[in-house]
């Protein structure tokens, strides 16, 4: 079986930081790109930040979060990080972490179940 799993955020007040955790995990899977959507309520699913594992290719991010969000990965582990910092009540959202990758030849294309970030004014 192969699965996303998330932890992390929570609610936190405005300015503050918080610090979201994935890994796709399951028997040979190999993952070739992660990455961080969000959806907040009445709006589309959105990129937030994405990066590739293995090749060393720079981080993309949405315009929104330049500056203030980071994004790393642990090519060992199938893990990515994103570290939120000056966090905005616009932040608000459920976050989702997507991998693309492959696995004895097949590619998949995984979801999280989605984690509840709350920001406060």
């Known amino acids: 079986q192969v699965r996303v799993v998330e932890s992390g955020g929570g609610l936190v007040q405005a300015g503050g930081s918080l610090r979201l955790s994935c890994t796709a995990s399951?028997?040979?899977?190999?993952?070739?790109?992660m990455g961080w959507y969000r959806q907040a309520p009445g709006k589309q699913r959105e990129l937030v930040a994405s990066?590739?594992?293995?090749?060393?290719?720079?981080?993309n991010y949405a315009d929104s979060v330049k500056g203030r969000f980071t994004i790393s990965r642990d090519n060992t582990k199938n893990t990515v990080y994103l570290q939120m910092n000056g966090l905005k009540p616009e932040d608000t959202a459920v976050y989702y972490c997507n991998a693309a990758g492959y696995r004895l030849g097949q590619f998949y294309d995984l979801w999280g179940q989605g984690t509840q970030v709350t920001v406060s004014s």
């Open positions: 990066i590739t594992i293995r090749t060393g290719g720079a981080p």
């Open positions: 399951g028997s040979f899977f190999i993952a070739n790109a």
